[in-house]
């Protein structure tokens, strides 16, 4: 058996959500929204279905959805894409993340990881021959600082992977995040392997910035998309690859061994989606952020201590700071089994030295399921405390 594979342990993501399926207990933990996203969507895909060719779609995307794609860029971020040659769909934003590191890591080059990470990052760096180094943010800002890239960079550094906004510290990098980050890619002519998988969940106003328009990145930024958290439909699995015709020939090979392609009928859906008003993803980021806030004023009402999230479906408690002296990994599984509420403890998306002390919440939920989970949540803490 593959040793990387065989040492991994099973995600903490189907042991909670297995648990709260077991338990009957309400689900904070895993990221998925409760509806089923916009019908004009799921009709477009289903007429798709019955209407269209369901053989396979060329290698890099359905002309129709790269066009969609480098449009839709276009008029959000003021990126300038190719869709002939810089755009490729992909079976998701993980299979993108796996071929931008497949194509660019040779066995023995280093690959900075920026940590709290998406757990999928680690072992596909390892099973590219890749070495892991990390630079680790720190709450309740999870600012990037010139210390950590220092330490984290060195003459062997071949990329560098980061995510923004944040799964998941919920934390949006800002102009000078980014520019600090790709003054160390061109210094040591690295690459920038840019995840922006929730770049239209932002909050209060703020604005996602993709590393794409950072100075000295646009030849050396891989941008990954997903239309599964544009749309709120994760199940969906179309991610997008952005880069240089350069970087994209070679990535395109990856993705070529990967999948080859991805299913027509929901290509065509997304293309659709691709091209609604700002007005839809702006009311779909209002609600969002209703839930947050709901959430957030409802723990704090408990006694929790919340910590700010600036964008994705996620927000964390503080278990330290509310009363709760157990690691964040016993405070989920005894919350799941004593309480009936599933959280994610955030230590399962480090890989050195983790926090231990902070649990992650989806609050991607219908009101009631958050109210609930407030309850279950409060009763854990009496518990617990």
């Given amino acids: 058996m593959n040793?990387?594979?065989?040492?991994?342990?099973?995600?903490?993501?189907?042991?909670?959500?297995?648990?709260?399926?077991?338990?009957?207990?309400i689900n904070l933990g895993q990221g998925f929204p409760e509806d089923d996203g916009p019908l004009d969507l799921r009709e477009a895909a289903a007429r798709a279905l019955i209407e269209c060719s369901n053989q396979y779609p060329p290698m890099r995307g359905l002309p129709e959805t790269r066009e969609a794609v480098a449009a839709h860029y276009n008029t959000h971020q003021n990126l300038d894409l190719d869709w002939l040659t810089e755009v490729t769909v992909t079976s998701g934003a993980t299979e993108a993340i796996a071929a931008a590191l497949?194509?660019?890591?040779?066995?023995?080059?280093?690959?900075?990881?920026?940590?709290?990470?998406?757990?999928?990052?680690?072992?596909?760096?390892?099973?590219?021959?890749?070495?892991?180094?990390?630079?680790?943010?720190?709450p309740p800002d999870w600012r990037?600082?010139?210390?950590?890239?220092?330490?984290?960079?060195?003459?062997?550094?071949?990329?560098?992977?980061?995510?923004?906004?944040?799964?998941?510290?919920?934390?949006?990098?800002?102009?000078?995040?980014?520019?600090?980050?790709?003054k160390y890619c061109v210094a040591h002519d690295a690459i920038?392997?840019?995840?922006?998988?929730?770049?239209?969940?932002?909050?209060?106003?703020d604005r996602h910035i993709s590393m794409l328009a950072a100075p000295g990145m646009r030849a050396r930024t891989i941008k990954i998309g997903s239309a599964g958290k544009m749309f709120q439909m994760t199940g969906w699995k179309i991610g997008f690859l952005c880069a240089t015709p350069e970087l994209s020939s070679v990535l395109v090979k990856a993705h070529q061994f990967l999948t080859y392609a991805t299913p027509p009928n929901l290509q065509r859906a997304v293309a659709v989606g691709l091209q609604k008003p700002l007005s839809f993803f702006l009311e779909s980021r209002t609600a969002l952020q209703r839930a947050r806030d709901r959430l957030t004023a409802a723990l704090t009402h408990e006694g929790f201590?919340?910590?700010?999230?600036?964008?994705?479906?996620?927000?964390?408690?503080?278990?330290?700071?509310?009363?709760?002296?157990?690691?964040?990994?016993?405070f989920a599984l005894r919350a799941v089994k004593e309480a009936s509420v599933a959280t994610i403890p955030l230590s399962a998306f480090y890989g050195s030295a983790p926090k231990t002390q902070l649990a992650r919440?989806?609050?991607a939920k219908r009101d009631e399921t958050l109210d609930r989970g407030v309850e279950a949540l409060a009763k854990a803490r009496r518990l617990m405390a």
Avoid at 3 to 25: C, K, N, Q, W
Avoid at 158 to 169: G, K, S, Y
Avoid at 311 to 325: H, P, Q, R
């Fill in 144 to 182: 990037v600082t010139e210390d950590a890239l220092k330490a984290a960079f060195s003459d062997k550094t071949r990329a560098v992977v980061l995510n923004t906004p944040n799964n998941p510290a919920g934390a949006l990098m800002n102009e000078h995040d980014l520019e600090l980050i790709a």
């Fill in 102 to 138: 497949f194509g660019v890591i040779n066995p023995g080059d280093e690959v900075v990881l920026i940590e709290p990470a998406y757990d999928a990052y680690a072992p596909l760096v390892a099973r590219a021959g890749g070495i892991v180094r990390y630079v680790r943010l720190e």
């Fill in 305 to 330: 201590v919340v910590l700010p999230s600036k964008g994705t479906y996620f927000l964390n408690i503080d278990l330290a700071a509310s009363g709760i002296d157990l690691s964040d990994r016993e």
């Fill in 361 to 363: 919440l989806c609050f």
């Fill in 3 to 25: 040793r990387i594979y065989a040492s991994l342990p099973d995600t903490i993501f189907d042991v909670m959500s297995g648990l709260a399926r077991e338990l009957g207990a």
């Fill in 192 to 205: 920038a392997i840019s995840d922006e998988v929730w770049e239209h969940v932002v909050f209060d106003g």
